[in-house]
């Protein structure tokens, strides 16, 4: 992969990969790390959420074995019984601590998923992180050039891991979260697809959406070189005929 400037126009940063396509696992990965990365560099989470994640796990196992332990009948010293029962209020706390959170992000990720299904070709997503999409702290665009290819699973891959290494170290180069807000706030997700998108428990319609323009975004555009590579070749009608083939509609909207 390689790193280059986008249009000074737009100022997106171009992250190449090899691959003919990016996938529906791909692009979610992708954007699940991203946006994990921006909620711990702006201190909206204690550690990362891979890290965050593997610990809410462990809690929730341990939990299911003391009950198992304290429901056996084969008798125990009170003293053994006491601290098993008082482990288990501790992990107890410790899985209401994290349940909210990670609630969030599951619901988060299963509307990502069902979109990415339904609109394999998604022009934009936007993270906006502030009191409201129209006040935007910080804004983050992550665009996918050309077709996508629809996987039948979301298991992560090769080029997802390497696609996400390298958008975190362009991001933290172009300097993401080196002024981070101090108190809590809010993430936003935003995605820029085809109006018929229709979604409507986790993805509404925002004809009317107009960014912010005092708030700069970083952008990020992830492109299939060998794809650009290929177009290029082309003839300039061949190639608008490429590029009129991979967009499935012209009305794109903001959700």
Known sequence: MEEGKGSSEMEFTNIDTAANVLDSSAIFHVVTDILGFILFMHQQIPSVLQDITQEFDELRTEFKELEIELAESE????????????????????????????????????????????????????????????????????????????????????????????????????????????????????????????????????????????????????????RDLELNALPDDSARSVGLLDSTSKDLIWY
């Open 75 to 226: 008798v125990k010293t009170i003293s053994a019984r006491r601290k098993q029962a008082t482990r288990k209020r501790e992990v107890k706390m410790g899985i209401r601590r994290l349940e909210k959170l990670m609630g969030c992000v599951s619901n988060l990720k299963t509307a990502l998923q069902l979109m990415i299904n339904e609109v394999p070709n998604v022009e934009r997503i936007s993270l906006v992180l502030g009191p409201s999409p129209l006040r935007p702290l910080h804004v983050y665009e992550l665009s996918f050039s050309h077709g996508r290819a629809v996987s039948g699973d979301f298991g992560r891959s090769k080029v997802a891991e390497a696609l996400s290494r390298k958008a975190i170290r362009t991001m933290i180069s172009m300097g993401a979260g080196s002024d981070s807000y101090a108190g809590p706030t809010k993430l936003f997700l935003l995605v820029k697809a085809p109006s018929y998108l229709n979604l409507p428990l986790h993805f509404l319609p925002k004809r009317e959406f107009r960014q912010n323009k005092k708030t700069k975004p970083l952008r990020i555009r992830f492109r299939s070189k060998n």
